[in-house]
């Protein structure tokens, strides 16, 4: 597992939560076998986390201000692109993930 791969989705969890209806916090929780992120927000519901990876849908940008720090500060490249870039060097470098949408947000585990 990379230190890459893990801040790549905890700096995604931040710029895409859904902080008007949070009621939970981001998390991390971390064990020998695994790591979890866990974000306040969700992926688009008409498509399961895999769906979402190999379709066309845009990411929605919930948090502009965030968004626009994160890209002053090169911690993103652009708008969008995160998700989608972070399973291909996860791919790319045999790192082991699963990721899901709950009732209450997503959770992304590195296995």
Same mark, same amino acid.
């Given at each position: 597992m990379t230190i890459d791969a893990i801040r790549g989705?905890?700096?995604n969890s931040f710029a895409h939560a859904k902080y008007s209806e949070a009621v939970l916090n981001h998390e991390i929780y971390i064990?020998?076998?695994m790591?979890?992120?866990f974000n306040p927000?969700? &992926?688009?519901?008409?498509?399961?986390?895999? +769906?979402f990876v190999r379709s066309g849908v845009k990411s929605q940008l919930r948090n502009i201000t965030i968004s626009n720090v &994160?890209?002053?500060t090169n911690m993103?490249? +652009?708008?969008g692109t995160g998700f989608r870039g972070a399973i291909h060097l996860y791919r790319d470098n045999g790192v082991e993930y699963s990721y899901f949408n709950?009732?209450?947000g997503f959770s992304f585990e590195f296995l």
């Open positions: 989705i905890v700096i064990d020998p076998t790591i979890e992120i927000g969700r &992926l688009p519901e008409s498509l399961d986390p895999y +769906a &994160l890209f002053i993103i490249v +652009a708008s709950t009732s209450q």
